[in-house]
């Protein structure tokens, strides 16, 4: 059983409210953050109301925690503008606060390349997405090669579940589709793409914050199998009382969306992800901190799929 304080910064967005739970499911005091206060969470999790895009609101969130997890982050299309001084003011008080801090993050540095992603792999993007989280983590490893803090950068591709509400795939396919709407795909129905369950996601954020060894690296989380988006609506479907069409949203789509629709203009850069082959190799989690056990893809969609449906 542990006793120290696990602070989770972005408590109401879906990666975040999702680690708290794992964090407490194991036994450690958790203290979820967000602007209003107001996650969603089990009893016991302590809630508090902070802004940590200012100093005092990221002092206030991170006082008294061992351990901090960075899983906010500002509207999509603002992480330019917003991001690196949002996590600046969470790395300087983290540090002022003697906490060791986590960071969730995605697959964009990686950029396009062949063969699966790994810890090994160049991180090439040249999208401003991509190029924004490469600039996110010299920030942080900068920070924890200085010594000012303990950090460690878990790294995962798209992911869905309960609660995943500011997922791609959630609002394309799970969300629509538990509505009786039909589900799309983005990109393209043929390339395999990795994909992560979210508790599965949650749990091995929850084993990064106890593991010594995690701190100083970058890991690449676990993941199932890599599916096509052809796989991943046949899933829906079996999840579903009653199939609903399916069909693909296609990169033409949003680009002719994309002068009205920011979300559609801000994903245009990152569409290879989408169109050639994405795969995520968690081998050296697996061999640092597991068995991590992922859960397969249609229990995974159809708790995703009742969660969406109100069951």
Same mark, same amino acid.
């Given at each position: 059983?542990?006793?120290?304080?696990? $602070?989770?910064? #972005?408590?109401?967005? #879906?990666?975040?409210?999702?680690?708290?739970?794992?964090?407490?499911?194991?036994?450690?005091?958790?203290?979820?953050?967000?602007?209003?206060? /107001?996650?969603?969470?089990?009893?016991?999790? @302590?809630?508090?109301?902070? /802004?940590?895009? $200012?100093?005092?609101?990221?002092?206030?969130?991170?006082?008294?925690?061992?351990?901090?997890? &960075?899983?906010?982050?500002?509207?999509?299309?603002?992480?330019?503008? @917003?991001?690196?001084? &949002?996590?600046?003011?969470?790395? /300087? %008080?983290?540090?002022?606060?003697? %906490? +060791?801090?986590?960071?969730?993050?995605?697959?964009?540095?990686?950029?396009?390349?062949?063969?699966?992603?790994?810890?090994? $792999?160049?991180?090439?993007?040249?999208?401003?997405?991509?190029?924004?989280?490469?600039?996110?983590?010299? &920030?942080?490893?900068?920070?924890?090669?200085?010594?000012?803090?303990?950090?460690?950068?878990?790294?995962?591709?798209?992911?869905?579940?309960?609660? %995943?509400?500011?997922?791609?795939? $959630?609002?394309?396919?799970?969300?629509?589709?538990?509505?009786?709407?039909?589900?799309? !795909?983005?990109?393209?129905?043929?390339?395999?793409?990795?994909?992560?369950?979210?508790?599965?996601?949650?749990? %091995?954020?929850?084993?990064?914050?106890?593991?010594?060894?995690?701190?100083?690296?970058? !890991?690449?989380?676990?993941? #199932? @199998?890599?599916?096509?988006?052809?796989?991943?609506?046949?899933?829906?479907?079996?999840?579903?009382?009653?199939?609903?069409?399916?069909?693909?949203?296609?990169?033409?789509?949003?680009?002719?969306?994309?002068?009205?629709?920011?979300?559609? +203009?801000? &994903?245009?850069?990152?569409?290879?992800? !989408?169109?050639?082959?994405?795969?995520?190799?968690?081998?050296?989690?697996?061999?640092?901190?597991?068995?991590? @056990?992922?859960?397969?893809?249609?229990?995974?969609?159809?708790?995703?799929?009742?969660?969406?449906?109100?069951?």
């Amino acid at each position: 059983m542990q006793h120290d304080l696990h $602070t989770v910064l #972005g408590a109401t967005g #879906g990666a975040g409210n999702a680690i708290a739970r794992a964090l407490a499911d194991d036994g450690h005091r958790v203290r979820a953050v967000s602007r209003r206060g /107001d996650a969603d969470l089990p009893a016991g999790i @302590e809630r508090l109301a902070a /802004d940590i895009t $200012t100093p005092e609101g990221a002092a206030a969130a991170v006082d008294g925690a061992s351990v901090v997890v &960075m899983a906010a982050q500002p509207p999509y299309h603002r992480w330019p503008q @917003e991001f690196p001084a &949002m996590l600046g003011r969470v790395i /300087d %008080a983290a540090a002022d606060a003697g %906490a +060791r801090l986590v960071m969730v993050d995605n697959l964009y540095a990686y950029g396009r390349g062949e063969g699966p992603i790994t810890e090994r $792999t160049p991180e090439r993007a040249t999208d401003r997405k991509g190029l924004l989280r490469r600039d996110l983590t010299r &920030m942080l490893l900068d920070a924890h090669r200085s010594g000012r803090l303990r950090v460690a950068i878990g790294r995962a591709s798209d992911y869905f579940g309960p609660r %995943a509400d500011n997922g791609a795939i $959630t609002a394309l396919a799970i969300a629509p589709a538990a509505a009786g709407k039909g589900a799309k !795909w983005v990109g393209g129905l043929d390339a395999p793409h990795s994909v992560a369950y979210l508790p599965d996601v949650a749990r %091995a954020y929850a084993r990064l914050c106890t593991s010594p060894e995690a701190y100083g690296e970058v !890991w690449v989380l676990p993941h #199932g @199998e890599p599916v096509t988006g052809r796989e991943f609506l046949d899933a829906v479907n079996r999840a579903l009382p009653e199939p609903v069409g399916t069909g693909l949203l296609p990169t033409a789509m949003l680009r002719i969306a994309a002068p009205f629709h920011k979300p559609s +203009r801000e &994903m245009l850069g990152v569409m290879y992800q !989408w169109t050639e082959p994405f795969v995520a190799d968690d081998t050296a989690f697996q061999t640092a901190f597991g068995p991590l @056990e992922t859960t397969p893809l249609d229990e995974a969609v159809q708790a995703a799929v009742d969660w969406y449906r109100g069951g």
